[in-house]
């Protein structure tokens, strides 16, 4: 298929329909508002579902309305839109309905500023909403893995049963990129029909099915909960995506960075190579399950002196890294958080600072 | 002779863990009525509220989702949209609908979303043991109101028929009570229809019914019943208030 130039936003929009998914909902926040403008036009062409929802608090819940009648379905927004929807999160989660949630992150905390943002690291991967519940999350580096990640979660939202978030920084959205569509997926979800509320005679079935999140008796919670943390585990042995950056050479500092913020951070890898400067970089692809094996292992690298997690934000990732490098190298942060993407002179200057 | 009075199909065995004398089982069984009549169990999706009535899935035989605090008419919105062959329907209590969950009926409403919803009015938050509701009485005492309801400092009881009325789309709006046999028979008219309308896709469909809680209301079941009927009733009349028509 050829390519084509396509603004971020409107390529996840469109990757969404090529998923199958011919259900959107959503509430207007900048930097993404561009995907609901694209679908409103584009969804009547498929005969699919556009809705403007009053707030992200009501979309959050038809968006679990839509995924327990076992149809797929997404929404995006942006991170105070996303902070609404943490509730109905934590219920999708806890009611295990498969749904994709796009956040392309602004600046914050409170409103904060419209400019691109790493802020909702935590948000994203620690919980956001209450109780024992994981997303997987995936961070695109760009227009064209925007789409492909895009795409992989509606399969990977219904193989676990759980919400799938695509975390992308404002740039994802605002930026335009050739991109090529990977072939259509099926249109249908399968294997729904013991779990969804699609109604009886839809499955041919006499036995109702109830979508829910109370477990009351503390053991079948448990036992929930239980059930809930096997999923996650799975997660982590089968979905751990990352991309090793200069790994074969004897780098003395390792970046972990994802994102829009990797990418500058391979300018700066390839221009330090110049000055005979080695620098490594793991960057994960899904922030949950995160890479824990591959950041221990590069960091364990002999000539590996120090490793820094750069970041838009004031250090989120940096508490997973200091997780999985157990000690054994020095950990430090280089980011900013107002909305400007760090230079690569920046960073070249920081990680000169650091190898003195 | 056979047996004239029969459980409906739509009603599971399950004893409730409604109080004795509540009125949520009446309105469970017009419900599960409506329903075998209009014969779409195989197609209908209840949502639960939280409220008393967030088991209600285990007291009928058909699909159900359990919704979030307020939240059942965004999930009914999310079915309707994409399942518009289903039939769906929320059943919320006051404290669910007309506080925490004012913007999603609101909003539901006011599009037009094709399903029903069941509106239980018993002036105050029954599950959590008797809160002040926003329909709870001036003078009408809840634990958070000891002292009785201050209308100077909570301002009036809402009128939901009253409000959803007054928005320009079509609908359905209807309050009706079950605290009397003759009710009771002019509700589940009421209720069927709200499901007639829905299978016709003709609009947005909203019966209340006005309720007992004798639990918290702190009174014997007799006694809530002429209560409600002296005290409910002349502040929140009966009647259809907007038919699609
Ligand atoms: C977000 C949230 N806030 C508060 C609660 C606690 N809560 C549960 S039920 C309820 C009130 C229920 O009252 P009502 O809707 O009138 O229904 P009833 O129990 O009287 O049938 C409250 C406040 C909750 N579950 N979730
Ligand atoms: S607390 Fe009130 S509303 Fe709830 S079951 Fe008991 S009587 Fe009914």
Known sequence: MAKVLMKGNEAIGEAAIRAGCLNYFAYPITPQSEVAEY??????????????????????????????????????SSSPGISLMSEAISYISGARCPAVFVNIMRGGPGLGGILPSQGDYLQATKGGGHGDYKMLVMAPDG????????????????????????????????MMEPVEFPNN??????????????????????????????????????????????QYE??????????????????????????????????????LKIQGIEVGMIRPKTLFPFPEKAVYDAACKKSCKKV????????????????????????????????????????????????? | MGKTFLKPEALSNAYTH???????????????????ELEIRGRTVGIAPVGCAVLSYNYFTFDFQEAAHGRAPAMATGIKRVRPDLIAFTYQGDGDLASIGMGEIIHAANRGEKFTTI?????????????????????????????????????????????????ETKAYITRQTVLKPKYINKAKKAIKKAFEYQIEKKCYTFVEVVSTCPTNWGMTPQKALKWAEDTLLPYYPLGEFKTPE
């Open chain 1, 234 to 271: 799975k997660m982590k042995k089968q979905e751990i995506r990352f991309e090793a950056y200069n790994t074969d050479s004897d780098y003395q500092i390792l970046i972990v960075s994802y994102g829009t913020m990797s990418r500058v951070c391979k300018t700066v890898i390839d221009n």
């Open chain 1, 308 to 356: 820094v997690s750069i970041e838009m934000n004031m250090g989120q990732m940096l508490e997973d890294i200091e997780r999985c490098v157990k000690g054994k190298k020095e950990v430090s942060w280089y980011g900013k958080c107002g909305g400007d993407v760090p230079t690569p002179e920046e960073i070249i200057n920081h990680i000169k600072l650091l190898l003195k």
């Open chain 2, 18 to 36: 409604y109080c004795p004398g509540c009125t949520h089982g009446i309105i469970h069984r017009l419900v599960a009525e409506a329903i075998d």
């Open chain 1, 39 to 76: 679908l409103a036009k584009r969804m009547p062409e498929v005969n699919g579902v556009f809705l403007q929802g009053e707030s992200e608090v009501a979309v959050g819940y038809m968006i679990f309305g839509a995924a327990a009648c076992g149809e797929r379905v997404m929404t995006t």
């Open chain 2, 119 to 167: 509106f239980v009015n018993n002036a105050i938050y029954g599950m959590t043991g008797g809160q002040m509701a926003p329909t709870t009485m001036p003078g009408q005492k809840a634990t958070t109101a000891p002292f009785g309801r201050d209308v100077k400092e909570t301002g009036m009881p809402i009128k939901m028929c009253e409000l959803l009325s007054s928005l």
């Open chain 1, 143 to 174: 227009v064209q893995e925007a789409v492909e990640m895009t795409m992989l979660a509606f399969p990977l939202a219904e193989k676990y049963r759980n919400p799938v978030m695509i975390l992308g920084d404002g740039l994802i959205g605002q």
């Open chain 1, 185 to 230: 997926l099926n249109k249908e979800p399968t294997n729904k029909d013991h779990w969804a509320t699609n109604g009886m005679d839809t499955r041919k079935s006499k036995e109702k099915n109830i979508v829910k999140s109370l477990f009351l008796d503390p053991k079948v919670l448990n036992d929930h909960n239980l059930t809930l943390k096997s």
